[in-house]
Structures are given as structure tokens and as C-alpha cells.
């Protein structure tokens, strides 16, 4: 009996330097996003005057060819919305992080919020010879922060463009699926899916395979927690053959047509 219980208060106690591990991570990325927030502030600020001042000064030019005109503007656009996004994404982190309340949460599109995410990265996507699936039920909103959750698919997307991008076949493919008490958001990518022993690492602060300077092994943990706020969860699915994330919603909505 007495061995029993020395077990179970060795366990409790193991947990409890777990736990405390975790928060002792954390607290290290809400530092280290109030510094990063604090450097990129005023970059993006710069970013953001000059890609207005291009869009005045481009305005008064006098260029006939409609073509070449639509790109520019297209590619100003896509400059604000990615320095605009990019904001957001920072007052997030450094909220979360640092416990503050989250933003509120309303029920959005998953279309209008993967979309989001899809415009940010198509072009990269373009350039690796990624070919992107969408098959998303247009219908169905899920309560949650839409600037992070698609943040938190963005982060999805780019992992799957570093793994696969030097694979033969490439592909990703984000799709929907209502069950009985909840709704999913699959993203899977043409890769064969995460050895055992680095899936059970990959939502841990700082847990990364890639090389210094190309990740940070954040991601996945502040998508996690990210998602977790949203009455929801993201984990990775070892059972799929292809490499695959599960963001599941238990709150959830259809926005029926007229
Ligand atoms: N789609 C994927 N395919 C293969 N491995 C992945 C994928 N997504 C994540 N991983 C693994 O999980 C690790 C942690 O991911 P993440 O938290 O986003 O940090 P980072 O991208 O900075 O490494 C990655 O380094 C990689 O080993
Ligand atoms: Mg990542």
C-alpha cells in the first residue's frame, strides 16, 4: 500500500515539474514575443508608408497598359494585407503569451478565413509547383478569432510547403468534415507522414528539425494553444498515410442559404 502511494506522489510530482517546464517555455515566448513585436513594429510601419506612398505615386503616372497596371496594384495590395496581417498576428502572440484575454471570439467563415491564409501563401505555393485542393463546405462558421485561426492555418500551410517542397509529388489539401458534435478542418500534405519519435515533439515550445534560422518550434505550439481558446483543438493525425493536422471545432454553425 505504502509503495503504491509513494508511486502515485512520485507521478503527481513528475506532472507537476511538467507542468511547471511548460509554463517556464511559455513564459519565455511571451518575452521573447514582446521583443519581436517591439523590432517589427516599426518595420511594418516603414512597409506600410512606403507601399502608399508607391500606390500615390503610381496613381499619377500615366501607364496605358492595363495589364501591367492591374499587377502593380495587385502587388500593393498584397503588400498591405501582409504587413497589415503580419500586425495582427503580433498583437496576438504577445496576447496570448502573455495570458491576456484573447480577442473575442465570433463565428466565421472557415472559407473566408482559409482564404486568408491561401492569399498569403499562393504565391509561394505557385513557385514550389504546389498544387493547393480546397474542398470546404462554404455553409459552415465556427466560433473562433479569425485573424488567428487563419494565422494558425497559414502555419499549417508553410510547414507543409518546407516538407514537401522537394518531394516529387506535391500537393496540399484542405478540406471540411461535420460530425456529430464538432467540425473539422483537415490539412493534409502530399509527405508520408511524421516519424513516431518527432511526433510526439512537434507541439512542444521550441521542438523543431529544421535548421537554425528556418524554424523556431513555435508554431505548432501557439497554433495549439491558439486553437485550444477557440473551444477547439489541433492535433496531428498519425493515422493518416499522408502527412495530416486535425483542427477540430465543438462550436460550430451552418449559415444556411436563402
Ligand atoms: N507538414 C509537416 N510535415 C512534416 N513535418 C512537420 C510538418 N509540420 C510540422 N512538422 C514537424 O514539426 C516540427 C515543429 O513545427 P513548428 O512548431 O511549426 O516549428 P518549426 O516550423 O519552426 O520547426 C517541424 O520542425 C517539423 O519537424
Ligand atoms: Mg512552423
Not at 479569425?146 to 496540399?172: D, F, G, T
Not at 529544421?210 to 495549439?224: E, F, H, N, R, W
Not at 499522408?242 to 444556411?256: A, K, V
Request: net charge negative; glycine share 4%; charged share 25%.
Amino acid at each position: 500500500m505504502r509503495y503504491r502511494e509513494k508511486l502515485e506522489a512520485d507521478k503527481a510530482l513528475k506532472e507537476k515539474d511538467a507542468e511547471l517546464e511548460e509554463a517556464q517555455r511559455l513564459s519565455v515566448v511571451g518575452e521573447f514575443a514582446a521583443g519581436i513585436a517591439h523590432e517589427v513594429n516599426n518595420p511594418l510601419a516603414i512597409l506600410k508608408g512606403k507601399a502608399q506612398l508607391l500606390q500615390l505615386q503610381f496613381q499619377r503616372l500615366n501607364i496605358s497598359q492595363k495589364e501591367e497596371t492591374e499587377k502593380i496594384n495587385e502587388a500593393i495590395n498584397v503588400i498591405n494585407d501582409t504587413v497589415d496581417h503580419t500586425a495582427d498576428l503580433i498583437k496576438n502572440l504577445k496576447t496570448f503569451s502573455s495570458n491576456d484575454k484573447f480577442e473575442a471570439l465570433e463565428f466565421s467563415s472557415i472559407r473566408a478565413v482559409v482564404d486568408v491564409a491561401l492569399n498569403i501563401s499562393k504565391s509561394r505555393c505557385s513557385h514550389a509547383g504546389i498544387d493547393v485542393r480546397i474542398n470546404i463546405d462554404e455553409n459552415i462558421e465556427v466560433e473562433c478569432s479569425p485573424v488567428s485561426l487563419s494565422q494558425v492555418i497559414l502555419n499549417l500551410i508553410l510547414n507543409s510547403i518546407h516538407a514537401i517542397e522537394s518531394l516529387e509529388e506535391k500537393w496540399i489539401k484542405i478540406e471540411t468534415k461535420i460530425l456529430d458534435n464538432s467540425t473539422q478542418v483537415l490539412v493534409t500534405d502530399s509527405g508520408n507522414g511524421i516519424p513516431a519519435d518527432v511526433a510526439g515533439k512537434i507541439m512542444q515550445p521550441f521542438f523543431t528539425t529544421k535548421d537554425p534560422g528556418k524554424g523556431t518550434g513555435i508554431g505548432l505550439t501557439i497554433s495549439q494553444k491558439a486553437v485550444v481558446k477557440m473551444n477547439g483543438n489541433l492535433t496531428y493525425n498519425s493515422d493518416s498515410t499522408h502527412t495530416q493536422f486535425i483542427l477540430e471545432f465543438e462550436r460550430y454553425r451552418f449559415d444556411q442559404p436563402n
